[in-house]
């Protein structure tokens, strides 16, 4: 099966609206998780936060899926956080990805988790499940982020340890960061928890929420509508739990043409 071409091979046989772009670096982390870059068109502009169509050239036809760029707005490459799904019809074939092949990418950028969708606040919790981290890491490498918010809060929950590194190395970079490291040293707090095995935070998101657990742990009060902003991204199960939440404490979901408190993201490939 033709799936992984090169560039070149796949610039004459490009579908029309999509750009044929270069893989540089491939970092797998779990056997369900791995990171890629690629290079990134002059033309293409995006806001942080936002997603993409990616894909492969798989049998002679496209096939996409939705991705969000987990590179910040200013950066020269594009970055993605992907899962393996091992029948997955693209992903089965993405993770076998290697620096030189072709990714196909859709022009046009879009999403609703982006700092212009929310009010101005003080605090700023970003909620992650497993790939849901992507828009965060994209937007914890934006100073626009910084400007907005006097502490931004990265929540990632994993089943495993091992799959909270992605994360652990984003932030550790952020905070290292010419460009932004001092806002991030300042402003921006990681907060991590394991569902399926032994760690000191233990349970999902959602659980500690409620109990109050990431409060206490965050040395915070509980969630106010007058300071806090939630953004939350992860699968359809831990949007519509976490959302609920959210609004239990009194926060409003916005979206781009009506700004507001909350807002929630799809961030799920197969
Ligand atoms: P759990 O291990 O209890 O299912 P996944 O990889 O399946 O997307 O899961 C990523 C993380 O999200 C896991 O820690 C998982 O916990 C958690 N999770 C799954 N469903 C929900 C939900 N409805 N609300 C909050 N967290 C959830």
Not at 1 to 13: G, I, S, Y
Not at 104 to 113: E, H, N, Y
Not at 202 to 214: F, N, V, W, Y
Request: charged share 25%; net charge negative.
């Amino acid at each position: 099966m033709n799936v992984l071409a090169k560039p070149a091979d796949l610039e004459a046989a490009a579908p029309a609206g999509a750009f044929v772009e270069e893989v540089t670096s491939v970092q797998h982390y779990t056997d369900r998780l791995f990171k890629f870059r690629m290079t990134r068109p002059a033309s293409f502009r995006f806001r942080s936060g936002e997603f993409v169509m990616i894909g492969l050239m798989i049998d002679g036809k496209p096939l996409y899926r939705a991705y969000s760029i987990a590179s910040p707005s200013w950066d020269e490459e594009l970055e993605f956080f992907s899962i393996k799904v091992p029948d997955g019809p693209l992903t089965s074939h993405l993770q076998g990805i290697k620096p030189g092949d072709a990714v196909l990418m859709k022009k046009k950028p879009t999403g609703t988790l982006v700092n212009d969708a929310l009010i101005p606040g003080k605090r700023v919790y970003m909620f992650s499940t497993g790939t849901g981290i992507a828009p965060f890491a994209s937007l914890i490498r934006d100073p626009d982020t910084y400007e907005k918010f006097d502490q931004v809060i990265l929540t990632h929950t994993c089943r495993e340890v091992a799959e909270l590194k992605y994360g652990e190395e984003l932030v550790e970079q952020t905070k290292n960061d010419p460009l932004i490291g001092e806002l991030a040293a300042e402003k921006l707090v990681h907060f991590t928890s394991v569902t399926r095995e032994d760690f000191p935070r233990k349970g999902r998101i959602t659980d500690l929420i409620e109990s109050g657990a990431l409060f206490e742990h965050l040395g915070v009060p509980p969630l106010d509508p007058a300071i806090d902003r939630g953004m939350i991204c992860g699968s359809m199960d831990m949007l519509r739990d976490t959302k609920a939440l959210l609004e239990k404490a009194g926060l409003k979901e916005g979206a781009n043409n009506k700004p507001a408190e909350f807002v929630v993201e799809r961030a799920f490939v197969g």
